[in-house]
Every structure is written in structure tokens, then in C-alpha cells.
């Protein structure tokens, strides 16, 4: 079993900058395809990126591409997400998942564990 701890978020103006990251504990990273989902008030978790086992591969919702980049560090055992020209409807809790099996999967019910999150706000 891993546990996932989220760090990093914060309170940014729109077109800013932040860098999440999800440190994992209790088994090595390397296991995991990785992702990073979020929610909005009175909204459904939505995916927002995810990555392979190794990095070699990712996916993001249409919405953050070009703006977000997932990675990790299976040495370190973090995946990062790296959020750049941030906007307001950008605000939401963000959570880290692993997921023990391939493929990467935009369906929340397919990942395993959860963090408990960590709070970005956008301000216009």
C-alpha cells in the first residue's frame, strides 16, 4: 500500500505559476502510473494529467494542455505537476492518485489511492 501527500498549492493571480508535487511513502513510486485530478465546489473530480510507470508517457485533459506538464521522479518517489498561465476557473483542490495497473486512465475509479489534497486558488 503507498500513501500520497500533496504539497505546494496556494493562492496565485491568473497567469502565474505553481508546482505541485505528491511525495509517495510506504511503496516505491516506480510501481504506480501516477495522476493528478481535481475538483471544483459543486463540481465532479475531474482528470487533469497522468503518467507511466517509467515517464515516458502522458496524458492531460484538453483543457490544461499546453499549460500543465506531469512528471516524477522514481528516485525521490514524486510526481510534480507543473502548472504555468493559470486561470481562474483553474481553482480547485487538487489530488494525486496511483493507480497499480496500465494503462493511464482518465476514470477516477480506476486508481487505487488517494492524497487528501491540496487547495489551489486563481484570482482574476
Known amino acids: 500500500q503507498v500513501q500520497l501527500v500533496e504539497s505546494g498549492g496556494g493562492l496565485v493571480q491568473a497567469g502565474g505559476s505553481l508546482r505541485l508535487s505528491c511525495v509517495a511513502s510506504g511503496r516505491t513510486l516506480s510501481l504506480y502510473f501516477m495522476a493528478w485530478f481535481r475538483q471544483a465546489p459543486g463540481k465532479e473530480r475531474e482528470f487533469v494529467a497522468g503518467?507511466?510507470?517509467?515517464?515516458?508517457?502522458?496524458d492531460y485533459a484538453d483543457s490544461v494542455k499546453g499549460r500543465f506538464t506531469i512528471s516524477r521522479d522514481n528516485a525521490k518517489n514524486i510526481v510534480y505537476l507543473q502548472m504555468n498561465s493559470l486561470k481562474p476557473e483553474d481553482t480547485a483542490v487538487y489530488y494525486c492518485?496511483?493507480?497499480?495497473?496500465?494503462?493511464?486512465?482518465?476514470?477516477?475509479?480506476?486508481?487505487?489511492?488517494w492524497g487528501q489534497g491540496t487547495q489551489v486558488t486563481v484570482s482574476s
Open positions: 492518485a496511483a493507480r497499480r495497473v496500465g494503462p493511464i486512465t482518465t476514470n477516477r475509479d480506476g486508481y487505487d489511492y
Open positions: 503518467i507511466s510507470r517509467g515517464g515516458s508517457r502522458t
